[in-house]
Nanobody
Framework: QVQLVESGGGLVQPGGSLRLSCAAS????????MGWYRQGAGKERELVAA???????NYVDSVKGRFTISRDNAKKMVYLQMNSLKPEDTAVYYC??????????WGQGTLVTVSS
């Protein structure tokens, strides 16, 4: 049973930075495609950033140049470095793991609030 645990959320002022972390279980973490999603109040969940098992990365346009996704397969960790945060980045951020057709797993989410 694969589990994902996010951490690093909190309250930050506009223009500030946060680093989200996602710790994964499972012996074949390196084979998972990983992603960060977010869901703001009254909004649908959207993909923010993704990194495949092969290292291919993509971002939603609204965070390009501000957010960076990375992974450490040895530590079974995925990170989301968020810089130049804006109030519209306020949301619950979720870590997601996909392993081919076999499973898709979600973390419990971590709240990011950008406000002065």
């Amino acid at each position: 049973q694969v589990q994902l645990v996010e951490s690093g959320g909190g309250l930050v002022q506009p223009g500030g930075s946060l680093r989200l972390s996602c710790a994964a279980s499972g012996s074949i973490f390196s084979m998972y495609d990983m992603g960060w999603y977010r869901q703001g109040a009254g909004k649908e969940r959207e993909l923010v950033a993704a990194i495949t098992s092969g290292g291919r990365i993509n971002y939603v346009d609204s965070v390009k140049g501000r957010f960076t996704i990375s992974r450490d397969n040895a530590k079974k960790m995925v990170y989301l470095q968020m810089n130049s945060l804006k109030p519209e980045d306020t949301a619950v951020y979720y870590c997601n793991a996909v392993y081919g057709p076999y499973f898709e797993v979600w973390g419990q989410g971590t709240l990011v609030t950008v406000s002065s």
